[in-house]
């Protein structure tokens, strides 16, 4: 860090929206950015209050515990189209809160806004206020490419489908993006005096540039990827404050299984709530037929005491990079930070994408050679435990596993999306 840096530090204001998987990588880079000696903002949830002050933030709270308990449970939430649409509903709710938010509280050049693309409320207080902003871009979904648009479903991977309709998919998903997420954003920009915006997931990145928290050998950058644009590599940023459940008898357990000379498998189903019984049975069986021990990680608000299981534990958190490097395999929804924590402990991935980036994501993963994914669909437990055998047992994956956990971990995604805030302030 430059002694420029050092002696003018900065007020930072970060935004970001969504479920702990897009809070957890802003929560750490504000950890950072505090650390140098940052006055530091955290715009979210109202759910992620007591998270924020542990870590010694400040909470600018965006909506209430409540409301984000009701998205999260809403079964729509996993439905492709229906889920786009509540996200969309809850996306708009937030952009007058929190445009009215930066706008009371810009303290002139001293201040600087460290923006997910998602809350566009930061990208209008650039326009109308010209308040300095940074894109922080955690997936690559929202880097917006026509020329190497989102796979939507894995089964429609870019070597399945010929570039030239690639391209006209990628026209079709930007217009269907601007027809929806986009109109609520023009009428409030309409009521600030700005002309139609056009094309949002380019419009959505700053002016001053955008930083993508995953390495380029993930997600290689597009001719049409917004300019300039910067790669700071994958964060490891679940929060020291995160706690693991304290009841002895289930750490007890937990340490138990991750000593097991037959490596347990690791299920996180993601923050949704709305379909967790139905996934706890899958995985009792899956543990089972496989004759392993299993961890399911259930951070959202569902009671799943009365399902005990002699095969599956069921706890909110672990610590990530404590365990797993001690599994077998994990089975996850495809959150890019998931996706991260696992290439960092070189561990095979079984993917089931349902909505926003996960297809994508799970394409990435697969192009890799460090796991595989199956559709909702195909989400049975005689699929799933044909899927993880190859996995685990392959020694192919293994090598791959390990060669990319070693790239991931030559880099400090934190260190970097840090230096790279503070330059471009």
Not at 50 to 61: H, I, N, Q, S, W
Not at 279 to 293: A, D, L, P, T
Request: charged share 15%.
């Amino acid at each position: 860090m430059s002694a420029a840096i050092q002696n003018h530090p900065r007020r930072m204001l970060i935004a970001s929206v969504g479920s702990y998987g897009d809070v957890f990588p802003f929560l750490a880079l504000g950890e950072r950015l505090k650390a140098r000696g940052h006055d530091v903002t955290l715009l979210t949830s109202g759910y992620f209050t007591k998270l924020v002050e542990d870590a010694g933030l400040k909470m600018a709270p965006v909506g209430t515990p409540e409301q984000y308990q009701a998205y999260i449970t809403d079964p729509n939430l996993l439905h492709p189209l229906r889920g786009f649409m509540l996200t969309r509903r809850m996306l708009s709710s937030i952009v007058k809160p929190i445009y009215e938010y930066l706008r009371d509280e810009w303290q002139n050049a001293n201040t600087l806004i460290v923006s997910s693309p998602y809350c566009m409320a930061s990208r209008i207080a650039e326009e109308t206020l010209n308040i300095p902003l940074v894109t922080v871009c955690p997936a690559p979904i929202a880097m917006g490419s026509v020329v190497d648009p989102p796979v939507v479903s894995p089964l429609l991977s870019p070597s399945h489908v010929p570039r030239m309709f690639r391209k006209l998919f990628g026209q079709s998903v930007n217009w269907m993006t601007d027809r929806t997420l986009g109109s609520p954003i023009n009428k409030f920009r309409k009521q600030l005096g700005q002309s139609k915006m056009h094309s949002l997931m380019h419009w959505w990145h700053a002016r001053r540039g955008t930083i993508s928290l995953f390495p380029e050998w993930f997600a290689p950058a597009s001719i049409d990827w917004p300019s300039p644009h910067t790669y700071a590599g994958f964060p490891l940023c679940t929060p020291r404050n995160v706690v693991t459940d304290r009841n002895p008898v289930t750490a007890a357990k937990l340490d138990e299984i991750l000593s097991s000379p037959k490596r347990p498998l690791l299920f996180y189903p993601g923050s949704n709530a709305s379909h967790l019984r139905q996934y706890f049975e899958i995985c009792e069986k899956v543990c089972q037929q496989m004759g392993r021990s299993g961890i399911l990680v259930a951070p959202a608000a569902i009671d799943l005491g009365d399902q005990l299981s002699s095969h599956l534990l069921v706890v909110p958190f672990v610590s990530m990079n404590q365990t797993l490097p001690q599994v077998a395999a994990a089975i996850h929804h495809g959150g890019i930070g998931t996706i991260a924590a696992c290439i960092s402990a070189g561990v095979p991935q079984l993917i089931r994408p349902m909505v926003s980036d996960q297809p994508d994501n799970a394409a990435r993963v697969a192009r890799l050679g460090v796991g595989s994914w199956l559709s909702n669909a195909r989400f049975r437990v005689a699929d799933v435990t044909r899927a993880l055998e190859p996995l685990i047992g392959d020694p192919l994956v293994a090598s791959r596993c390990q060669f990319y956990r070693e790239r991931m971990q030559a880099t400090d995604g934190l260190t970097i999306a840090a230096d790279l805030i503070e330059s471009l302030a």
